[in-house]
């Protein structure tokens, strides 16, 4: 069974704050990698993919990857009290001829106090 | 901008009733999925389709249905509603190859009394 393991919070940060999310996946063949964020009563909104080692950043959010300790990571810098929501990792699995199926961590619970 | 729609945002239904769900896409993608959200059990797959008329089954896929006449449209089909399947339904979409990014439509909070 393919599995995605993530920290279940709550994690809570003053604002300002770094905002450290992170997940381990079992599959040493996945090769596509993403967070969604997930408002209460809200459906997931992807904010960052990766795909290759190392960082990716993309405003105040950088993803991490390291695929020999299948690790995957989200900082959010200058945490907001707007980013208080549900991060949600997920791994592709893929399936061939079929692109393949995202599997989904539990989720980790981000609060930001002001 | 992807576009992922659902008939519903909220559905009351009884118990016995047959229940259609319905998504739509115009992103083009040829992979569809239905999963259903509850608390403490995070996002579950129900179904997904990679191509029209093709269908997959995923991990729950006891007490449901699909449906996928067009490649923009996939139905989920309660074939008969129990009070275990209120939950929250999402649908989602990707393309086959390439990035396999998946955007999730606004959901359908489904309750069946």
């Known amino acids: 069974q393919k599995e995605v393991e993530q920290n279940s919070g709550p994690l809570s940060v003053p604002e300002g704050a770094i905002a450290s999310l992170n997940c381990t996946y079992s599959d040493r063949g996945s090769q596509s990698f993403f967070w969604y964020r997930q408002y209460s009563g809200k459906s997931p909104e992807l904010i960052m993919s990766?795909?290759?080692?190392g960082d990716k950043e993309d405003g105040r959010f950088t993803a991490q990857l390291n695929k020999a300790s299948q690790y995957v990571s989200l900082l959010i810098r200058d945490s907001q009290p707007s980013d208080s929501a549900t991060y949600l990792c997920a791994v592709n699995i893929m399936i061939y001829n079929q692109g393949g199926k995202l599997i989904f961590g539990q989720g980790t619970e981000l609060s930001v106090k002001p | 901008d992807v576009k992922v729609t659902q008939s519903s945002r909220y559905l009351v239904k009884r118990t016995g009733e047959k229940v259609f769900l319905e998504c739509v896409q115009d992103?083009?993608?040829?992979?569809m999925f239905w999963y259903r959200q509850d608390p403490g059990l995070g996002l579950r797959l129900i179904y997904f389709?990679?191509?029209?008329?093709?269908?997959e089954k995923g991990d729950i896929p006891e007490g449901y249905s699909v449906s996928r006449e067009k490649k923009e449209r996939f139905s989920l089909i309660l074939e008969s509603a129990s009070t275990n399947q209120t939950s929250m339904y999402l649908c989602?979409?990707?393309?086959?190859?390439?990035?396999?990014?998946?955007?999730f439509g606004p959901g359908t909070r489904l309750t069946v009394t």
């Open positions: 989602a979409s990707s393309h086959v190859t390439g990035d396999y990014e998946q955007y």
């Open positions: 992103m083009d993608h040829e992979n």
């Open positions: 990766i795909y290759s080692n």
């Open positions: 389709s990679y191509d029209v008329k093709m269908k």
